[in-house]
Nanobody, 130 residues
Framework: QMRLVDSGGDLVQPGGSLRLSCTASGFTMDNYAIDWFRQAPGKEREGVAC????????KYADSVNGRFTISRDNAKNTAYLQMNSLKPEDSGDYYC???????????????????????WGKGTPITVSS
């Protein structure tokens, strides 16, 4: 069974850092683009960062560009999201997802694009608050 397990969420103060992990089981993620989405209460799920299967392309939402870094270690079947300079508006549930094809990266910030992804982690919560 194909699964994604996302983890690493926590309560952190503004300006702090966290690293999220997304580990695949039941399949190898080598051929999959990996995306991170987040969802705040009452808001639509939005794309945050993505990395293509080859790792040759990354893309970020404007709101996190320069603060977040996505990476992957295919040998560990795991992708990461390093989050620095966290702000209260970064709070929410963070989900990783995987899809075949670079479209999953090119369309990251398209409104509603999350509906086209089928495989999701269960989400990991982040609260940025003092």
């Amino acid at each position: 069974q194909m699964r994604l397990v996302d983890s690493g969420g926590d309560l952190v103060q503004p300006g702090g850092s966290l690293r999220l992990s997304c580990t695949a089981s039941g399949f190898t993620m080598d051929n999959y683009a990996i995306d991170w989405f987040r969802q705040a209460p009452g808001k639509e799920r939005e794309g945050v960062a993505c990395i293509t299967a080859s790792g040759g392309m990354t893309k970020y939402a404007d709101s996190v560009n320069g603060r977040f870094t996505i990476s992957r270690d295919n040998a560990k079947n795991t992708a990461y999201l390093q989050m620095n300079s966290l702000k209260p508006e970064d709070s929410g549930d963070y989900y990783c997802t995987a899809a075949i094809g670079d479209w999953a990266c090119r369309q990251l910030t398209l409104k509603g694009v999350h509906r086209y992804f089928e495989l999701w982690g269960k989400g990991t919560p982040i609260t940025v608050s003092s």
